[in-house]
């Protein structure tokens, strides 16, 4: 796809939506099918490449409504069976081809908290969007309907009108629950619990709140506004939040139950911990981890470089190591922030990229050079210990791993230099280990994930936990599912407690 300017996008859309209207028989499946797929409009490439403006500008009425008549409403639908938190995708859509925005945006709410920031993170090509009829009959996944862009539009139509409703909140029930960080799981936690009457405080080691929302993914992608405002609503109902409270450090977990009067916690502290390649030269000055390099851009606001108190190591020449979503953000950071060269360094090909296909056409679009089937021997350094150069071997590939994805290879003897001065390792995240190391009854796996039942419930008495410490790295729909199900048991839990104190 080569890049497409809005006006253009939004001219083709009006036009070919007026020659619809002048039909007066009903749609058929092959003339839904015929209608073209449209494209999100986004910044010009060369502009957004050096600002942190959202890249995709969001689609126009007139796409939204074209775009939402390309379903065929089917009767076994599996784009719902294939959403983590089952939205009832074909009626928010017929809403849309209507025109009928806000029932639109109802119907999501019922099962989805957050419809802006789904719809603009959640990996919808192979969740929802997989296995779409239309996508199918079209034989290219890429052709399905696009419902995660749908879902942004109809979110974002709503912010626009000021038609946002605060959800109802029973009567206090005099009850308190504890949650720990303000990820995607913490806050649907809070909303859910605090809409059956109890008293909710959050608790975040940041100084600011929304998780990896806020300080790790970038606000080109997602900007801080939407998550600011998903934060005012819970304010508005009455969740209390705490912010530079590590739990663990400032409270330990057990002191919350028998010292707070907490009744309930939920630790929804994430995965954090960044993973390294354990090479050579991986101490020097200007080697970062991801998480590092996208926490000081995002939440310290590094690329305010005349205000910001922490600034930020200034680069010319960067290599990106890794190809998951995390990369792209690094890769593009990087770049925003005044680098001249900048390579995303993979073992693998494009193919077996786990990054969003979206996110890597975007940071080729902004100049971003893919490097495949290379990696990473040694970082070497000046005399200053600072990066001047990485030694990289190339890779073939071999037979599928354990994955399923095939094992790259290293080619003997191919040993060259790329010319960097920053290294950014984005190969992977842990999970957050001070909770469980200060609460020694708080059961983990060998990877330090803690474990829950079913009900997200742990070892502990009254302790609930879910989202990217439960699963380890993974993703906001899957932590607010997660959240969901928390949420429903604590308030089973405290509906029983209620029970037993007026019997
Ligand atoms: C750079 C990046 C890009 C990503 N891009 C996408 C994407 O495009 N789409 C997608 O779906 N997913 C993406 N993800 C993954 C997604 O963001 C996570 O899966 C999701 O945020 C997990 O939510 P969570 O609520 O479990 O935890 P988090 O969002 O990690 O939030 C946990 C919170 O707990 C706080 N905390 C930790 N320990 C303590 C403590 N002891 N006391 C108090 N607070 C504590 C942390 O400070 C943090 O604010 C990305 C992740 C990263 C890092
Ligand atoms: S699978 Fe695709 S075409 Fe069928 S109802 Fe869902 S979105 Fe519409």
Redesign the pocket.
Known sequence: MTYIESSTLTAIAKDYLEELKKRNDPLKARDRLKIPLQEMPSQDPHIRAKNLEEVATGYTEEQAILEAMRCLQCPKEMCVHDCPVMVNIPVFLKYIADGDFQSAVDEIKKTSLLPAICGR???QEVQCQLNCTVGKSLKDVDQAVSIGRLERFVADWERKQGTVKLPEIKPETGKKVAI???????LVVAADVRREGHEVTL????HKLG???RY??PEF?LPNDIVDEEIETLKKIGVKFQTN????RTRKLHDLITKDGYDAVFV?????LPLFMGIEGENLVGVFS??EY?TRANLMRAFEKDKAATPIYSSKRVAVLGGG??AM?AARMSLRLGAEKVYVVYRRTEVEMPA?KEEVQHAKEEGIEFLFLQNAKRILGDEKSRVKAMECLRYELGEPDSSGRRRPVVIPDSEFLLDVDTVIVAIG?GS?P??SQTTPDLKVNRWGNIIVDDNQKTSMERVFAG???VLG?????L?MGEGRRAAKAINDLLAEDLKKNQS
Do not use: K, Y
């Open positions: 993170v959640c990996p720990v960080g303000s990820g995607p799981a913490g608790f975040e080691a940041f998780g990896v929302m790790g993914i992608r409270f590590v739990v663990g929804g502290t994430g995965a954090g991801a998480n996208l979503n995390v953000d969003r995240n957050n001070l909770v989202g990217d410490i790295a993974a993703t906001v729909i932590a």
